[in-house]
Protein backbone atom coordinates (compact mmCIF):
# COMPACT_ATOMS: atom_id res chain seq x y z
CA UNK A 1 0.00 0.00 0.00
CA UNK A 2 1.24 3.50 -0.57
CA UNK A 3 1.83 5.87 2.10
CA UNK A 4 -1.59 8.41 2.77
CA UNK A 5 -1.66 11.86 3.80
CA UNK A 6 -2.41 11.79 7.43
CA UNK A 7 -5.07 14.12 7.26
CA UNK A 8 -7.05 11.19 4.66
CA UNK A 9 -6.04 8.94 7.58
CA UNK A 10 -7.31 10.26 10.58
CA UNK A 11 -10.54 11.07 8.79
CA UNK A 12 -10.79 7.56 7.57
CA UNK A 13 -10.38 6.33 11.73
CA UNK A 14 -12.81 8.86 12.68
CA UNK A 15 -15.52 7.78 10.45
CA UNK A 16 -14.42 3.79 11.30
CA UNK A 17 -14.45 4.25 14.81
CA UNK A 18 -17.95 6.23 14.79
CA UNK A 19 -19.49 3.30 12.57
CA UNK A 20 -17.46 0.13 14.10
CA UNK A 21 -16.40 1.11 17.51
CA UNK A 22 -19.56 -0.32 19.23
CA UNK A 23 -19.08 -4.04 17.76
CA UNK A 24 -15.49 -4.04 18.50
CA UNK A 25 -15.91 -3.22 22.11
CA UNK A 26 -18.72 -5.47 22.48
CA UNK A 27 -16.89 -7.99 21.32
CA UNK A 28 -13.85 -7.21 23.45
CA UNK A 29 -15.75 -7.02 26.48
CA UNK A 30 -16.95 -10.54 25.92
CA UNK A 31 -13.20 -11.56 25.38
CA UNK A 32 -11.92 -9.48 28.72
CA UNK A 33 -15.35 -9.14 30.74
CA UNK A 34 -14.36 -5.34 31.34
CA UNK A 35 -16.31 -2.47 29.46
CA UNK A 36 -14.33 0.03 30.56
CA UNK A 37 -10.52 -1.96 29.81
CA UNK A 38 -12.74 -2.74 26.44
CA UNK A 39 -12.49 0.77 25.20
CA UNK A 40 -9.08 1.54 26.34
CA UNK A 41 -8.17 -1.83 24.15
CA UNK A 42 -10.42 -0.03 21.31
CA UNK A 43 -8.74 3.02 21.45
CA UNK A 44 -4.64 1.45 21.46
CA UNK A 45 -6.19 -0.23 18.27
CA UNK A 46 -7.51 3.67 17.32
CA UNK A 47 -4.07 4.80 17.55
CA UNK A 48 -2.18 1.99 15.82
CA UNK A 49 -3.73 2.63 13.09
CA UNK A 50 -2.93 6.40 13.38
CA UNK A 51 0.27 5.48 13.82
CA UNK A 52 0.86 2.54 10.70
CA UNK A 53 -2.04 3.75 8.26
CA UNK A 54 -0.04 7.02 7.14
CA UNK A 55 3.12 4.30 6.09
CA UNK A 56 0.80 1.58 5.24
CA UNK A 57 -1.90 3.45 3.69
CA UNK A 58 -5.81 2.82 4.72
CA UNK A 59 -6.81 -0.64 4.58
CA UNK A 60 -9.59 -2.18 2.55
CA UNK A 61 -11.49 -3.43 5.33
CA UNK A 62 -10.52 -0.60 8.02
CA UNK A 63 -13.64 -2.01 10.70
CA UNK A 64 -11.88 -6.02 10.41
CA UNK A 65 -8.35 -4.42 10.71
CA UNK A 66 -9.03 -2.68 14.04
CA UNK A 67 -11.70 -5.50 15.15
CA UNK A 68 -8.38 -7.83 14.56
CA UNK A 69 -6.00 -5.34 16.25
CA UNK A 70 -8.23 -4.81 19.05
CA UNK A 71 -8.38 -8.56 19.64
CA UNK A 72 -4.51 -9.13 19.61
CA UNK A 73 -4.37 -6.31 22.37
CA UNK A 74 -6.92 -8.33 24.47
CA UNK A 75 -5.21 -11.40 23.70
CA UNK A 76 -1.66 -10.08 25.03
CA UNK A 77 -2.84 -8.56 27.98
CA UNK A 78 -4.46 -11.76 29.18
CA UNK A 79 -1.21 -13.64 28.11
CA UNK A 80 0.67 -10.69 30.70
CA UNK A 81 -2.22 -11.58 33.34
CA UNK A 82 -1.36 -15.12 33.19
CA UNK A 83 -4.65 -16.38 32.30
CA UNK A 84 -4.01 -16.99 28.67
CA UNK A 85 -4.44 -21.29 29.07
CA UNK A 86 -7.58 -20.94 30.85
CA UNK A 87 -8.77 -18.43 28.10
CA UNK A 88 -7.23 -20.07 24.92
CA UNK A 89 -10.11 -22.67 24.50
CA UNK A 90 -13.04 -19.82 25.04
CA UNK A 91 -11.19 -17.43 22.06
CA UNK A 92 -10.95 -20.00 19.53
CA UNK A 93 -10.63 -18.67 16.12
CA UNK A 94 -10.24 -15.32 17.93
CA UNK A 95 -6.53 -16.10 18.38
CA UNK A 96 -5.54 -16.34 15.03
CA UNK A 97 -3.65 -14.31 13.09
CA UNK A 98 -6.16 -13.11 10.70
CA UNK A 99 -9.27 -13.49 12.49
CA UNK A 100 -12.75 -13.65 9.97
CA UNK A 101 -14.85 -11.00 11.09
CA UNK A 102 -17.29 -12.24 13.40
CA UNK A 103 -20.66 -13.48 12.41
CA UNK A 104 -23.84 -11.04 12.36
CA UNK A 105 -25.31 -13.15 15.16
CA UNK A 106 -22.23 -13.22 17.52
CA UNK A 107 -22.04 -9.21 16.76
CA UNK A 108 -25.47 -9.19 17.55
CA UNK A 109 -25.11 -11.02 20.95
CA UNK A 110 -22.20 -8.91 21.50
CA UNK A 111 -24.12 -5.48 21.13
CA UNK A 112 -26.96 -6.85 23.11
CA UNK A 113 -25.21 -7.44 26.31
CA UNK A 114 -23.29 -4.14 26.07
CA UNK A 115 -26.47 -2.33 25.67
CA UNK A 116 -27.56 -3.72 28.48
CA UNK A 117 -24.34 -3.37 30.35
CA UNK A 118 -24.15 0.50 29.56
CA UNK A 119 -27.99 0.80 30.90
CA UNK A 120 -27.65 -1.65 33.84
CA UNK A 121 -29.93 0.05 36.46
CA UNK A 122 -27.15 -0.21 39.04
CA UNK A 123 -25.79 2.86 37.45
CA UNK A 124 -27.58 6.38 37.55
CA UNK A 125 -29.27 7.64 34.52
CA UNK A 126 -27.00 10.37 33.82
CA UNK A 127 -23.83 7.81 33.95
CA UNK A 128 -25.63 5.35 31.98
CA UNK A 129 -26.69 7.86 29.16
CA UNK A 130 -23.18 9.06 29.04
CA UNK A 131 -21.61 5.90 29.09
CA UNK A 132 -23.92 4.71 25.92
CA UNK A 133 -23.81 7.62 24.24
CA UNK A 134 -19.63 6.84 24.43
CA UNK A 135 -19.99 3.04 23.86
CA UNK A 136 -22.44 2.54 21.74
CA UNK A 137 -22.65 6.11 19.85
CA UNK A 138 -19.14 6.61 19.59
CA UNK A 139 -19.54 10.45 20.66
CA UNK A 140 -16.48 11.76 22.40
CA UNK A 141 -16.55 13.32 25.63
CA UNK A 142 -16.78 16.95 24.45
CA UNK A 143 -20.02 15.66 21.66
CA UNK A 144 -21.54 14.56 24.71
CA UNK A 145 -21.28 17.84 26.61
CA UNK A 146 -21.44 20.22 23.99
CA UNK A 147 -25.23 17.75 23.55
CA UNK A 148 -26.30 18.05 27.08
CA UNK A 149 -24.75 21.49 27.63
CA UNK A 150 -23.07 20.47 30.96
CA UNK A 151 -19.00 21.07 31.34
CA UNK A 152 -16.74 18.35 29.42
CA UNK A 153 -14.92 17.32 32.62
CA UNK A 154 -18.58 16.74 34.04
CA UNK A 155 -19.35 13.75 30.84
CA UNK A 156 -15.89 12.58 31.63
CA UNK A 157 -16.34 12.03 35.68
CA UNK A 158 -19.70 10.82 34.98
CA UNK A 159 -17.85 7.59 32.31
CA UNK A 160 -15.09 6.87 34.69
CA UNK A 161 -17.79 6.70 37.83
CA UNK A 162 -20.19 4.46 35.50
CA UNK A 163 -17.30 2.13 34.46
CA UNK A 164 -15.55 1.62 38.02
CA UNK A 165 -19.19 1.04 39.19
CA UNK A 166 -19.76 -1.76 36.80
CA UNK A 167 -16.37 -2.84 37.72
CA UNK A 168 -16.68 -2.90 41.61
CA UNK A 169 -19.83 -4.64 41.58
CA UNK A 170 -18.82 -7.04 39.11
CA UNK A 171 -21.71 -6.29 36.37
CA UNK A 172 -21.59 -9.72 34.25
CA UNK A 173 -21.33 -8.70 30.71
CA UNK A 174 -24.19 -10.97 29.69
CA UNK A 175 -27.63 -10.65 28.87
CA UNK A 176 -30.16 -10.39 31.93
CA UNK A 177 -31.68 -13.73 32.88
CA UNK A 178 -35.47 -14.12 32.02
CA UNK A 179 -37.08 -12.86 34.96
CA UNK A 180 -35.14 -9.68 35.06
CA UNK A 181 -35.95 -8.89 31.36
CA UNK A 182 -38.65 -6.16 31.20
CA UNK A 183 -36.94 -4.42 34.00
CA UNK A 184 -33.70 -4.71 32.34
CA UNK A 185 -35.12 -3.58 29.06
CA UNK A 186 -37.40 -0.94 30.74
CA UNK A 187 -34.09 0.92 31.77
CA UNK A 188 -32.36 0.75 28.18
CA UNK A 189 -35.45 2.02 26.47
CA UNK A 190 -35.67 4.62 29.42
CA UNK A 191 -32.04 5.87 28.02
CA UNK A 192 -32.82 5.97 24.16
CA UNK A 193 -35.54 7.41 25.11
CA UNK A 194 -33.98 10.63 27.40
CA UNK A 195 -31.40 10.71 24.22
CA UNK A 196 -34.09 11.67 21.83
CA UNK A 197 -36.06 14.05 24.17
CA UNK A 198 -32.92 15.96 24.49
CA UNK A 199 -32.51 16.18 20.64
CA UNK A 200 -36.51 16.44 20.01
CA UNK A 201 -37.35 19.82 22.48
CA UNK A 202 -33.41 20.59 24.44
CA UNK A 203 -33.92 21.71 27.88
CA UNK A 204 -31.18 24.90 27.59
CA UNK A 205 -29.58 26.26 25.13
CA UNK A 206 -29.57 28.29 21.95
CA UNK A 207 -31.14 25.88 20.13
CA UNK A 208 -34.19 24.50 20.45
CA UNK A 209 -33.67 20.80 18.63
CA UNK A 210 -30.19 18.67 18.42
CA UNK A 211 -31.07 16.52 15.58
CA UNK A 212 -28.25 14.49 15.59
CA UNK A 213 -29.31 13.48 18.82
CA UNK A 214 -32.64 12.56 17.60
CA UNK A 215 -30.47 10.59 15.12
CA UNK A 216 -28.30 8.61 17.13
CA UNK A 217 -31.37 7.65 19.86
CA UNK A 218 -33.52 6.17 16.41
CA UNK A 219 -29.85 4.53 15.51
CA UNK A 220 -29.92 2.55 18.92
CA UNK A 221 -33.76 2.13 19.14
CA UNK A 222 -33.20 0.58 15.40
CA UNK A 223 -30.17 -2.04 16.80
CA UNK A 224 -32.38 -2.86 19.37
CA UNK A 225 -35.57 -3.61 17.17
CA UNK A 226 -33.05 -5.51 15.19
CA UNK A 227 -31.47 -7.55 18.05
CA UNK A 228 -34.80 -8.57 20.34
CA UNK A 229 -36.95 -8.45 17.30
CA UNK A 230 -40.12 -10.17 19.45
CA UNK A 231 -40.13 -7.02 22.27
CA UNK A 232 -43.55 -5.34 21.26
CA UNK A 233 -42.46 -1.92 23.27
CA UNK A 234 -39.00 -1.81 21.50
CA UNK A 235 -40.90 -1.57 18.03
CA UNK A 236 -43.57 0.80 20.17
CA UNK A 237 -40.48 3.34 21.19
CA UNK A 238 -39.05 2.96 17.70
CA UNK A 239 -42.18 3.78 16.16
CA UNK A 240 -42.56 6.79 18.51
CA UNK A 241 -39.26 8.38 17.46
CA UNK A 242 -39.58 8.00 13.82
CA UNK A 243 -43.15 9.61 14.07
CA UNK A 244 -41.62 12.45 15.83
CA UNK A 245 -38.57 12.75 14.22
CA UNK A 246 -40.71 13.17 11.12
CA UNK A 247 -41.65 16.86 12.39
CA UNK A 248 -38.02 17.57 13.24
CA UNK A 249 -37.50 19.93 9.74
CA UNK A 250 -40.59 21.94 10.69
CA UNK A 251 -40.52 22.62 14.48
CA UNK A 252 -37.76 25.33 13.53
CA UNK A 253 -38.13 28.87 11.23
CA UNK A 254 -35.22 29.80 8.80
CA UNK A 255 -33.77 32.01 12.16
CA UNK A 256 -34.32 28.44 14.33
CA UNK A 257 -37.42 29.76 15.86
CA UNK A 258 -39.24 27.58 17.64
CA UNK A 259 -42.71 26.89 15.87
CA UNK A 260 -45.71 24.87 17.94
CA UNK A 261 -47.54 22.25 16.04
CA UNK A 262 -50.58 23.89 14.90
CA UNK A 263 -48.21 25.85 13.02
CA UNK A 264 -46.11 23.64 10.95
CA UNK A 265 -45.99 23.56 7.92
CA UNK A 266 -46.62 19.77 7.43
CA UNK A 267 -45.41 19.80 3.59
CA UNK A 268 -41.84 19.45 5.47
CA UNK A 269 -42.42 17.01 7.45
CA UNK A 270 -40.61 13.35 6.66
CA UNK A 271 -43.21 11.27 4.89
CA UNK A 272 -40.63 8.17 4.65
CA UNK A 273 -39.83 8.33 8.46
CA UNK A 274 -43.87 8.89 9.14
CA UNK A 275 -44.29 5.58 6.83
CA UNK A 276 -41.68 3.74 8.81
CA UNK A 277 -43.07 4.89 12.05
CA UNK A 278 -46.81 3.64 10.99
CA UNK A 279 -45.26 0.43 10.01
CA UNK A 280 -42.83 0.14 13.52
CA UNK A 281 -46.49 0.86 15.20
CA UNK A 282 -47.99 -1.61 13.44
CA UNK A 283 -45.74 -4.43 14.57
CA UNK A 284 -45.92 -3.18 18.25
CA UNK A 285 -49.58 -3.25 18.20
CA UNK A 286 -49.43 -7.06 17.03
CA UNK A 287 -46.97 -8.14 19.62
CA UNK A 288 -49.27 -6.22 22.38
CA UNK A 289 -47.67 -2.87 23.02
CA UNK A 290 -47.29 -1.11 26.19
CA UNK A 291 -46.94 2.79 27.13
CA UNK A 292 -44.23 3.54 23.97
CA UNK A 293 -46.35 2.46 21.65
CA UNK A 294 -49.78 4.20 23.29
CA UNK A 295 -47.59 7.16 22.79
CA UNK A 296 -46.40 6.21 19.01
CA UNK A 297 -50.44 5.96 18.68
CA UNK A 298 -51.12 9.26 19.87
CA UNK A 299 -48.01 10.16 17.47
CA UNK A 300 -49.74 8.63 14.33
CA UNK A 301 -52.77 10.58 15.06
CA UNK A 302 -50.70 13.73 13.98
CA UNK A 303 -48.91 12.54 11.53
CA UNK A 304 -52.64 10.94 9.58
CA UNK A 305 -53.82 14.30 10.12
CA UNK A 306 -54.09 16.75 6.94
CA UNK A 307 -54.25 19.63 9.58
CA UNK A 308 -54.71 20.57 12.92
CA UNK A 309 -58.98 20.74 12.33
CA UNK A 310 -58.30 16.67 10.52
CA UNK A 311 -57.00 15.50 13.90
CA UNK A 312 -58.89 12.78 15.79
CA UNK A 313 -58.77 14.79 18.81
CA UNK A 314 -61.21 12.53 20.96
CA UNK A 315 -58.68 9.54 19.76
CA UNK A 316 -56.15 11.56 21.35
CA UNK A 317 -57.56 11.98 24.92
CA UNK A 318 -58.86 8.78 25.08
CA UNK A 319 -55.41 7.52 24.16
CA UNK A 320 -53.80 9.87 26.81
CA UNK A 321 -56.36 8.80 29.51
CA UNK A 322 -55.46 4.90 28.68
CA UNK A 323 -51.62 5.48 28.81
CA UNK A 324 -52.73 7.40 32.17
CA UNK A 325 -53.68 4.09 33.79
CA UNK A 326 -51.09 2.33 32.06
CA UNK A 327 -48.35 4.61 32.89
CA UNK A 328 -49.53 7.42 35.59
CA UNK A 329 -47.38 11.02 35.25
CA UNK A 330 -48.68 14.27 35.75
CA UNK A 331 -46.69 14.58 32.19
CA UNK A 332 -49.22 12.46 30.78
CA UNK A 333 -52.34 14.54 32.66
CA UNK A 334 -50.85 17.64 31.58
CA UNK A 335 -50.85 16.02 27.81
CA UNK A 336 -54.47 14.61 27.99
CA UNK A 337 -55.13 18.55 29.14
CA UNK A 338 -54.50 19.49 25.52
CA UNK A 339 -56.33 16.84 23.63
CA UNK A 340 -59.03 17.12 25.94
CA UNK A 341 -59.05 21.30 25.42
CA UNK A 342 -58.85 20.94 21.64
CA UNK A 343 -61.95 17.99 21.77
CA UNK A 344 -64.18 18.87 24.21
CA UNK A 345 -63.29 22.62 24.61
CA UNK A 346 -60.57 24.81 26.71
CA UNK A 347 -62.93 24.82 29.85
CA UNK A 348 -62.86 21.06 30.01
CA UNK A 349 -59.41 20.95 29.07
CA UNK A 350 -58.71 23.63 32.50
CA UNK A 351 -59.97 21.77 34.88
CA UNK A 352 -57.58 18.65 33.61
CA UNK A 353 -54.95 21.29 34.32
CA UNK A 354 -55.84 22.55 37.35
CA UNK A 355 -55.95 19.41 38.81
CA UNK A 356 -52.44 18.40 38.46
CA UNK A 357 -50.96 21.73 39.52
CA UNK A 358 -50.12 20.92 42.72
CA UNK A 359 -48.08 18.11 41.65
CA UNK A 360 -44.43 19.08 42.79
CA UNK A 361 -43.28 17.02 39.88
CA UNK A 362 -44.39 19.87 37.22
CA UNK A 363 -43.29 22.62 39.98
CA UNK A 364 -40.34 23.90 37.70
CA UNK A 365 -41.97 22.92 34.32
CA UNK A 366 -42.38 25.55 32.03
CA UNK A 367 -45.17 23.33 30.03
CA UNK A 368 -47.40 23.71 32.85
CA UNK A 369 -48.20 27.15 33.26
CA UNK A 370 -47.59 27.55 29.13
CA UNK A 371 -50.96 24.67 28.43
CA UNK A 372 -52.98 26.95 31.21
CA UNK A 373 -51.76 30.36 29.07
CA UNK A 374 -52.88 28.58 26.21
CA UNK A 375 -56.49 27.46 27.50
CA UNK A 376 -56.77 30.86 29.29
CA UNK A 377 -56.46 32.55 26.15
CA UNK A 378 -58.19 30.75 24.13
CA UNK A 379 -61.55 31.29 26.64
CA UNK A 380 -60.58 35.26 26.41
CA UNK A 381 -59.02 35.41 29.75
CA UNK A 382 -56.12 37.19 28.44
CA UNK A 383 -54.76 38.92 31.42
CA UNK A 384 -54.31 35.32 33.38
CA UNK A 385 -53.13 33.94 30.24
CA UNK A 386 -50.11 36.58 29.80
CA UNK A 387 -48.80 35.71 33.77
CA UNK A 388 -49.22 32.37 33.27
CA UNK A 389 -46.92 32.75 30.07
CA UNK A 390 -44.33 35.05 31.87
CA UNK A 391 -44.30 32.21 34.18
CA UNK A 392 -43.02 29.69 31.72
CA UNK A 393 -40.39 32.32 30.21
CA UNK A 394 -38.67 32.21 33.47
CA UNK A 395 -38.98 28.49 34.50
CA UNK A 396 -37.42 27.46 31.47
CA UNK A 397 -33.57 27.13 30.24
CA UNK A 398 -34.12 27.04 26.72
CA UNK A 399 -33.78 30.52 24.98
CA UNK A 400 -35.77 29.86 22.16
CA UNK A 401 -38.14 28.43 24.04
CA UNK A 402 -37.96 31.38 26.63
CA UNK A 403 -38.54 33.84 22.89
CA UNK A 404 -41.76 31.88 22.39
CA UNK A 405 -44.36 32.26 25.81
CA UNK A 406 -42.31 35.70 26.18
CA UNK A 407 -44.20 36.31 22.36
CA UNK A 408 -47.39 34.54 23.38
CA UNK A 409 -47.14 36.49 26.61
CA UNK A 410 -47.00 39.80 24.48
CA UNK A 411 -50.01 38.39 22.09
CA UNK A 412 -52.46 38.53 25.39
CA UNK A 413 -51.42 42.19 26.13
CA UNK A 414 -54.45 44.77 25.13
CA UNK A 415 -53.97 46.43 22.12
CA UNK A 416 -52.68 50.15 22.71
Same mark, same amino acid.
Given at each position: ?A???????H? $????????D?? #????S?A??????G?????????M?????Q??RS &????D???W?M????H?? =??L?????????????? %???I???????????? %???L???VFT?????L?????????????? %?LT??????????????V?? +? =?????R????? @???????????? $?????S???????????????T??????RPD???EA???? @?????????????????????? #????? +?????????? =????D @???????????????????????L &??????? @?????A?H???????D?D?????????????????P????????????????A???????AV??E?????????P $?????????????????Q???????L????R????F???A??C +????
Amino acid at each position: MAATDPRVVHR $AVEAVWRIDSA #QIIASLARIVRDVGLAEELAQDAMVIALEQWPRS &GVPDDPGPWLMATAKHRA =IDLLRRRGRYERKLQEL %GRQIEPEPPPAEPEDI %GDDLLRLVFTTCHPVLPTEGRVALTLRLLG %GLTTDEIARAFLVPEPTVAQ +R =IVRAKRTLATR @QVPFELPPPAAL $AERLSSVLEVIYLVFNEGYAATAGEHWTRPDLCAEALRLG @QILAGLIPREPEVHGLVALMEL #QASRL +RARTGPAGEA =ILLPD @QDRRRWDRLLIRRGLEALDRAEAL &GGGPYTL @QAAIAACHARAFGPDDTDWPRIAALYLLLGHVSPSPIVELNRAVAVGMAAGPARGLEVVDAVVSERALASYPLLP $AVRGDLLAKLGRLDEARQEFERAATLTRNERERALFLDRADAC +RPSP
